[in-house]
């Protein structure tokens, strides 16, 4: 066992940790704060990833990931946390009990698809696969679990954070994709911004099942 | 200088020069004409391209016999939506529904919306499409948001957390077939490239290849609006701006279609792999009867649409899951025809509120007795859509059964079912709303009805008669999809 691949399976063990972390959280700011580290943590991982596949242009995908998901967008979300006044708000999120046990048996479904004996992919991109899926799967189950508009969109852009591992730890991934991931987060969050903002305007909440009462459906 | 000589450059440049253009443009009359005229320009930059086929693109872009049917029918609908979405944003407006400020940026998104999609058919790269149609996607949603109701602002953020998430696992698919190619084929573009994929398909590892399809039939099938990933459909189509349903049921369906249909040809090329064939039958076949019964229920005349869209995108996955040579040429045949009369239906529904001033079928009678022309436009274009003779989707409807017959005589008659009853629920509709004592006008005149009648007449042709050609290359294509 070298050296290389144990530093990168390390990190994306550490990412898949926070994700849990992430998934117990009741209070926004708290959330923000484990998806910040998540953020960081992953940017660490690209950065050696960049040193080890010997890619020097994952290094800007590592800075548009640093700048974009560890400090503009918790910027942009704490100040509307703060401007919403929701930073007190306990939300109703599903025990920790059954949301850990879901995730833990995510996590091994993820590990059984990924990680068998004769599976052919190259490098640490297997491993780093199977950590992606996992990540994205608590993405997914966070985003279920929640009703607050903001932990929603920390749920995707947990999920965001699940693609740029796998994507980067592929080997030789063609530039394209890993900017563009990068790139799309940036736009997400336009929309985002823009829907947050108009929902706050028109509902006076960020409370997502607040919506659900515009059914176009009722006659 | 080299992309405006290259010969698919028209499609791509065309929509990125207006979009610039139009970005400056404040007056929405004259923006719609730029609209309109770029559309055109794009339209004969795309039957230059099917005419003269250019026989290297370099390493991004291809033409194929498969991509080149979608170019050119993305630019037809793409011409008539402008035409439609002109007189409808003056008719908004001047009514008081929109404010111009509400429809500033709706040309140049519109726009970059085409020209998104055109790259995203014409590009030999996953990795590229995947971007394109991610594009595609945030901008319909900010375009289904532009009415800034309740309705649609709920609309568009749940078409906007669906959406993203669809996409997301297209883009795990698409990640997994490259991590699977990548031994095999080395690194960079090449483990990307469609053609690449294909030719080296038999060499991967089976059981990754067969994950990755799952996450792709998942993620593209979220934007082709499968059941039971339809949710964003129904609500996004009913509270959008009509032109964007138009274009969301016309194109947008078959782009998911499409991408899954890519990565399907891979998959074909592994002896070893699953046969994708079951699962893309079941969630068809689901999304047909489902859909079928939703439409008895249904209270809006958009959505009631939107179901029926739905339905026949559940057509479209079970006649490619089915396989060979006929049910893959009807499949063809019946994304071509449907994108075409659906979206010349939403162009008629977008005239009958316009009428009517609401889209509550329950108040909307006897289309024919008050407005003749525009009533027997309805009756027509429903008649299409409900694949009867003589229009395009009545053949390619039979050939799906028939086809089904010979290899799944158990699940045809499923299909079957599902097709009856959802005619039974749009004929059911239909005289409501084009028979009987006509309910009171909010006005007396209606849009122009030629844009309809081009795509109507379009599907009636080749309900008639396909010719010799276009058929020899639907044939052609059916056989590349294995």
Partial sequence: MSFAPDVSHFLSGMILLLSFAM??????????????????????????????????????????????????????????????????????????????????????????????????????????????????LLGLLMMVTRRNAVSQVIGFMAIENSLVLAATGAKGMPFVVETCVAFSALVALIVIGVFLFRIRERFDSVDVSILDHFRGEQP | MSALLNPAGGILLVPLIAACVLAFIRNYRIASWINVGAAFLTLLAALRLLLWRPSSLGSLLAVDDFNIVFLV????????????????????????????????????????????????????????????????????????????????????????????????????????????????????????????????????????????????????????????????????????????????????????????????????????????????MMLGLASVVFAALMLYRRSDIKRFFAYSSIEHMGVIAFAFGLGGPLANFAGLLHMAMHSLAKSGIFFTVGNVMRLKGTQKMAAIRGLTSSHPLLGWTFVAAVVAIAGLPPFGLFTSEFLVVSAAMQQQPLLAGVLVLGLIISLGGLFWRLNQLAFGEPSPNAEEAHGPLWPIAVNLSLVLLLGIYIPGPVALWFQHVAKLLG
């Fill in chain 2, 73 to 280: 029918l993305n630019a037809i609908v793409g011409f008539t939506t402008t035409v439609f979405a002109k007189g409808y944003l003056a008719h908004e407006i001047s009514s008081g529904h929109l404010k111009p400020w509400h429809i500033r940026y709706f040309h140049p998104l519109y726009q970059i919306l085409m020209g998104a999609m055109n790259l995203a058919l014409l590009t030999s790269i996953a990795g590229l499409m995947w971007v394109q149609i991610e594009i595609a996607t945030l901008i319909t949603i900010l375009m289904v948001g532009i009415p800034r109701t309740h309705e649609s602002l709920e609309a568009a953020w749940k078409y906007f957390i669906l959406g993203s998430v669809g996409i997301s696992l297209a883009l795990f698919g698409t990640i997994l077939v490259y991590s699977v190619a990548q031994p095999v084929v080395g690194d960079g573009l090449a483990a990307m490239t469609f053609t690449t994929l294909v030719a080296h398909a038999a060499q991967f590892d089976p059981d990754m290849l067969n994950l990755a399809f799952v996450f792709i039939l998942l993620g593209y099938g979220t934007k082709a609006g499968l059941f039971p990933l339809h949710a964003w459909l129904p609500d996004a189509h009913a509270e959008g701006p009509t032109p964007v349903s138009a274009i969301l049921s016309g194109l947008l369906l078959n782009l998911g279609i499409y991408a899954i249909l890519r990565f399907k040809m891979v998959l074909a090329a592994n002896p070893h792999t699953m046969a994708p064939g079951p699962l893309m």
């Fill in chain 1, 23 to 136: 998934l117990y959280q009741d209070r926004l700011p708290p959330l923000l704060n484990i998806f910040i580290a998540q953020s960081l943590v992953l940017a660490l991982s690209i950065t050696w990833q960049a040193y080890n596949q010997n890619e020097p242009q994952l290094l800007i995908t590592a800075a548009i990931e640093f700048g974009v998901k560890a400090v503009l967008i918790p910027f942009v979300l704490y100040t509307l946390i703060r401007r919403l006044k929701i930073h007190r708000t306990v939300e109703t999120v599903v025990g920790i009990g059954p949301s850990m046990i879901a995730g833990m048996a995510l996590v091994g479904l993820s590990m059984a698809l990924i990680l068998r004996e004769h599976a052919a992919i190259g490098g640490t991109a297997r491993e780093d696969l199977a950590f992606a899926l996992s990540v994205l």
